[in-house]
């Protein structure tokens, strides 16, 4: 089955630095990629997601690459804000609806004033 | 905006009793889940539902777990007899047909003395 990995586990920013998150996952007929935050005690919300035909799309601040051939994929976010602060999953599918989310372990990310 | 809405937000019971999470999807959406996350971990996913079935569970959905559609608008998760390592927030999620995002709701905290 799928294996998703991302790292690093923590990372800590100054206030208006970039952030990189990295996954790789393992099954090669994954083709949908999102992100998710999850603020503490709070739900997992999508960010942003990329699927397979693509290599990058962007959302003002936020970005994600993906390297099919590489099976890694990465979000990218630009004059980083403490309300950035929280926990980003990256998640692996066949996207088709009834296909899982495969969830990386988290990267907390802290962004100091 | 419309959300995917869970009760209780937080139960607590005692070994080996019987718990059901309930969950009410997004009216349009055709395909359900239950995730759980324990405490400073990842999301892990329990089980898919769709067309009134399981599509697919994962090694932690055993027999001690459920899942039903009783009315066309709740979906419930039945634990029969709740262990110790059952202790987690068990979050819902549904989605369109083909879209592969997942809406989850805001959890419910279960602890498990």
């Known amino acids: 089955g799928e294996n998703v990995e991302q790292h690093p586990s923590t990372l800590s920013v100054q206030e208006g630095d970039s952030a990189v998150i990295k996954c790789t996952y393992s099954?090669?007929?994954?083709?949908?990629f999102p992100w998710y935050k999850q603020e503490l005690g709070k739900r997992p919300q999508l960010i942003i997601d990329?699927?397979?035909?693509?290599g990058e799309k962007k959302d003002q601040r936020i970005a994600v690459t993906l390297n099919k051939t590489a099976k890694h994929f990465s979000l990218h976010i630009t004059e980083t804000q403490p309300e950035d602060s929280a926990v980003y999953f990256c998640?692996?599918?066949?996207?088709?609806?009834?296909?899982?989310?495969?969830f990386g372990k988290g990267t907390k990310l802290t962004v100091n004033p | 905006e419309p959300e995917v809405t869970q009760t209780p937000s937080h139960q607590v019971t005692q070994m080996g009793q019987e718990v059901i999470l309930r969950c009410v999807p997004i009216?349009?959406?055709?395909?359900f889940y239950w995730y759980r996350q324990i405490l400073g971990q990842k999301v892990e996913f329990l089980v898919s539902?769709?067309?009134?079935?399981?599509?697919?569970k994962s090694e932690i959905f055993d027999d001690q777990f459920s899942v039903e559609r009783p009315d066309g608008s709740n979906f419930t998760l039945k634990i029969r007899s709740t262990k110790l390592e059952d202790s987690a927030m068990y979050f819902c999620?549904?989605?369109?047909?083909?879209?592969?995002?997942?809406?989850f709701g805001e959890g419910s905290r279960l602890t498990v003395l």
């Open positions: 999620a549904s989605s369109v047909l083909n879209t592969g995002e997942l809406f």
């Open positions: 099954d090669s007929a994954s083709n949908y």
């Open positions: 990329i699927r397979s035909n693509v």
């Open positions: 998640a692996a599918s066949r996207e088709g609806g009834s296909e899982k989310l495969v």
């Open positions: 009216s349009n959406h055709l395909y």
């Open positions: 539902f769709y067309n009134n079935e399981i599509s697919e």
